[in-house]
């Protein structure tokens, strides 16, 4: 991140080494209901960068995992386990947030040492708090029990920026707040594909979320953030249907159960295809299920048929406008790609951006795992770890965990380059 345009602190403007530092990481992780056991380790290897530079560091870490209510709301021990595999180094849990056993565990640290802390939120005050009152997350027991402990707070988790929780925001006017690798390499990417002169500019918005891929094209064509703009999957289907086409029943029946404010996502399609015809590129055939067989987007989906995938004219469209951008944005798969008679084209799409000379960022839980099944990752620029957080952001809603960096900045003005002040 360049200084001229630096918003907040990074972990290159202190002298970590020997200090306690309070990590707050994103390592939220689906659980087996059998037995468990985590079965992606996708989060944690997001944040191996910043856990590996903090080696010479007290090292104390919070997370969070899933919510009160869910099957998979549990406690951290198994993310210890997985942590310590992870690193190779030892990880010691605490099964509290604060409170006695935590201040002697801390206390007793040595440098080198891991200590995980439990579940952020198995505690009220990580949720129950209003988002904008900042003095009440400051009398918190969480913050007052934790702030004494610790010389820095460094955020890392992306996934959570969009959150006002606790212990993601209320340390900002009490330590220097200082954004990990992870939050660092996401927003210089993603920023730079926004901001960037890297013309012509694709956003390539398929996948079955819908509500959130119209939110951010419609942000993304009004700000002339892209110049171009592909659908695909389930949003194909939806601009598809507001743009007047027959699209079949069990087409329909999908978007109207899986989306209670269909109408209004419909009418949003509408306006965008009414305000930029020319920028917005949608499949002109498609594969079907059952029967697989190839329909054009002008004939009538029968009622009985799931449009599938993309065709291959289609293919060859979104192919040529993929070889002319000069950054590419992509979240969703073009369709069922799981099943193989149905993956054509997502498999040639993703291999065409991946062949692209382009700037090219990937999103989406999906995408990644079309993209690590097809053996593209490494040939994407950056693949965010960001789901419903990557959205927001990229719709231009508040980010609260980056308002509080920003801001945590001003407060510590100058306390950079390891001259820390009194801290």
């Known amino acids: 991140m360049a200084h001229a345009q630096k918003r907040f602190y990074v ?64 406690s951290l021990f198994r993310h210890s386990q997985e942590l ?35 579940n952020t939120r198995f505690y009220s005050e990580e949720v129950v708090i209003d988002p904008e009152d900042i003095e009440t997350m400051e009398h918190t027991h969480l913050v007052r029990n934790l702030s004494h402990l610790f010389d820095y707070y460094i955020i890392d988790a992306f996934p959570a920026i969009h959150r006002a929780q606790t212990s993601l925001v209320g340390f900002r006017r009490i330590k220097p707040n200082i954004a990990g690798r992870l939050i660092e390499r996401e927003v210089t990417m993603l920023d730079r594909f926004m901001q960037g002169e890297n013309h012509p500019k694709l956003a390539i918005l398929a996948g079955s979320k819908i ?11 009004a700000n002339d953030t892209v110049d171009t703009l592909i659908t695909g999957g389930v949003v194909a ?37 009414e305000k930029y015809p020319e920028r917005v590129i949608m499949p002109v055939d498609f594969i079907l299920n059952p029967s697989g067989r190839a329909i054009s987007s002008d004939d009538k989906v029968p009622d009985e048929e799931i449009m599938a995938d993309i065709g291959f004219e289609s293919v060859e469209i979104f192919k040529n406008a993929i070889s002319n951008a000069g950054a590419i944005f992509m979240n969703g798969p073009m369709g069922m790609y799981e099943i ?37 990752k490494d040939r994407i620029d950056h693949a965010s770890t960001g789901g419903g957080a990557l959205i927001s952001y990229l719709s231009g809603e508040p980010m609260p965990v980056l308002s509080s960096l920003y801001e945590s900045m001003k407060i510590f003005g100058g306390v950079e380059n390891g001259t820390a002040g009194k801290y």
């Open 211 to 221: 509500e959130d891929s119209v939110n951010v094209a419609e942000n993304f064509l």
């Open 237 to 273: 289907n939806a601009f598809l249907w507001a743009g007047g086409k027959e699209i079949g029943k069990r087409n329909r029946d999908y978007i109207i159960k899986n989306n209670k404010s269909y109408k209004e996502i419909l009418k949003k399609c509408s306006s965008i295809l």
């Open 11 to 74: 972990m290159d403007d202190f002298d970590l080494r020997g200090k306690t530092v309070f990590l707050r990481v994103d390592i939220n992780s689906p659980i087996s209901p059998a037995d468990g056991s985590i079965l992606d380790r996708s989060r944690f290897m997001s944040h191996l960068d910043t856990i590996g530079e903090l080696s010479e560091s007290k090292l104390v870490i919070a997370a969070h995992q899933s919510r009160p209510g869910k099957d998979d709301f549990t």
């Open 340 to 376: 193989d008679e149905y993956s054509m084209g997502t498999r040639e799409i993703l291999q065409a951006v991946a062949d692209s000379s382009a700037l090219k960022i990937a999103g989406g839980g999906h995408t990644l795992s079309a993209l690590e099944m097809l053996g593209l």
């Open 84 to 118: 310590e595999m992870i690193t190779g180094r030892k990880v010691k849990f605490v099964d509290s947030l604060f409170g006695h056993e935590v201040t002697r565990t801390v206390r007793e640290m040595s440098v080198g040492d891991i200590v995980l802390l439990e």
